[in-house]
């Protein structure tokens, strides 16, 4: 005889599943109890929204004014060479000095330079040398503002909450990613680039606000001894010598290099392949977003490192297969589809290479390392720009992007057979931080060389 189920066990049930969820929300977003960071994540998301709309802008509207994938990949160089150039330098000031002053002071460059961009080109007399230099001093001011900000996120939620925090930072960015592009792609087909340029500056306010709000009572510890020469080969040298570190640091860099121009090249994509415009290239760059938020909140949602080492190569393959058959398509619908997975593959390598360095460095390195970090994932992809708009001029813009997504799946793979040999090192790293208990899980990233 089928037994029944009474109304209120069904209410039970349902108590229980609501509880699951609550819990489950609450471990997903348990950085923003702190009030710091509350400030700071609310402040960037508007800010990143106009940061986007600005790359986007930016991106268009040398397209129009050139038709040129050259310069495209020449302004992308232009812009975050100077991170590669300076990030040893940025470094050695996110560990000496105020993280939280460096910050304001990006933050207020930042700024600056968006207005004035605006102001350019809402006059009209806007020309692609003014767009070189405007992008390169960005570049100089994100050199230094990449590994303060990266390092000033324990200052505001402590070791226990590190993790989380470092995921839903790459959340906010997605999110921006999403909206930013929609925006622009409206803003741009209806009143021109100039306006995203002017909500791009405007939207600094919301984040400066949030860092003079803050109330810090910890700061985690700056280098004070040596001097910077010595402090810079420092930290090149836990590098270096320091295998999980080393690995990680190189594999992102590699990804970087061959596959991240593909944002670049978008504009190729949605013009010349996919025959469309503005807004068919803010649907583009806002799918990649749509994947990169997945990515970033399945990465919120752990609780620990358990596993991330494995999601490192996987995720690089992925994202690199992803690539291979956005290449293949000609339709938008199919192209914003595949570039879901794109995006999550690429955050999830991002968020979890992130994650392993911050709990594997010491505080007092912490900042150099981060600058390392920028260096090899932001850094090498100017490199990869010019070489893959000169690349594309020749052999066109899908070759370009599947020769980047084949280079992905290489450099996933070799990570992939050396993994099993890089767990005793991380192991004593994570605990000497005290950002573990017991053992940590087999599959980190660590070798013994």
């Known amino acids: 005889m089928a037994e029944t189920v009474t109304s209120s066990e069904l209410r039970e049930a349902r108590n229980t599943e609501d509880q ?34 600005q790359n986007i802008a930016q991106d268009w509207l040398v397209y129009r004014l050139t038709g040129s994938s050259l310069l495209l990949g020449t302004v992308a160089f232009v812009s975050q060479i100077p991170i590669f150039l300076l990030a040893p ?15 304001i002071a990006t933050q207020t460059t930042s700024m600056v330079l968006a207005l004035t961009l605006a102001t350019l080109t809402l006059s009209g007399k806007i020309r692609i040398w003014e767009i070189m230099v405007i992008a390169s001093l960005l570049g100089v001011v994100n050199a230094f503002d990449i590994p303060a900000r990266q390092a000033f996120l324990i200052d505001m939620v402590g070791r226990d909450d590190l993790l989380n925090a470092i995921a839903l930072n790459s959340s906010m960015f997605n999110s921006a990613r999403i909206i930013g592009p929609a925006i622009a792609g ?31 009572t910890r700061q985690a510890a700056l280098q004070k001894h040596g001097s910077p020469l010595e402090n810079m080969i420092e930290g090149f040298r836990f590098a270096r010598h320091t295998a999980p570190v080393r690995a990680l640091l190189l594999l992102i860099g590699f990804v970087s290099l061959a596959a991240m121009p593909y944002t670049v090249l978008m504009p190729i994509f ?14 583009l760059m806002g799918a990649t977003g749509i994947g990169a938020l997945l990515g ?19 995720a690089a393959t992925g994202f690199g297969s992803s690539l291979i058959l956005f290449t293949l398509s000609r339709h938008l619908w199919l192209s914003l589809a595949l570039l879901i997975p794109t995006g999550f593959g690429m955050m999830v390598q991002m968020g979890a290479t992130n994650t392993l360095l911050q709990v594997m460095v010491p505080d007092r390195l912490r900042g150099r390392v981060m600058s ?8 090498m992809g100017p490199i990869g720009a010019l070489v ?62």
């Open 270 to 283: 949605a013009g010349r392949i996919l025959h469309g415009g503005a807004r068919q290239l803010g649907m």
């Open 186 to 216: 409206i803003l741009v087909a209806s009143v021109g680039e100039g306006w995203c340029f002017f909500a791009n500056g405007i939207s600094y306010i919301a984040v400066i606000t949030g860092l003079l709000l803050m109330r810090l």
């Open 89 to 103: 330098v940025a470094g050695i000031v996110a560990d000496r000095w105020n993280r939280h002053r460096i910050v």
């Open 372 to 379: 390392l970090y920028s260096m090899m994932f932001i850094g």
């Open 20 to 53: 699951k969820a609550r819990i489950g929300l609450r471990t997903t977003l348990r950085a923003l109890r702190h009030r710091n960071f509350q400030l700071f994540f609310g402040g960037q998301l508007i800010s990143l929204v106009g940061t986007w709309m």
């Open 388 to 449: 893959g708009g000169a690349l594309a001029a020749r052999i066109g813009a899908p070759w370009t992007v599947a020769i980047g997504g084949l280079t992905c799946l290489a450099g996933g793979t070799i990570f992939a057979r050396r993994l099993p040999a890089m767990r005793g090192v991380a192991r004593q790293l994570i605990l000497a931080q005290g950002m573990g208990t017991g053992d940590p899980p087999a599959s980190l990233p660590v070798s013994r060389s």
């Open 296 to 314: 970033a909140l399945t990465l919120a949602s752990k609780t620990n490192v358990s596993g991330l080492g494995k999601w490192v190569w996987m």
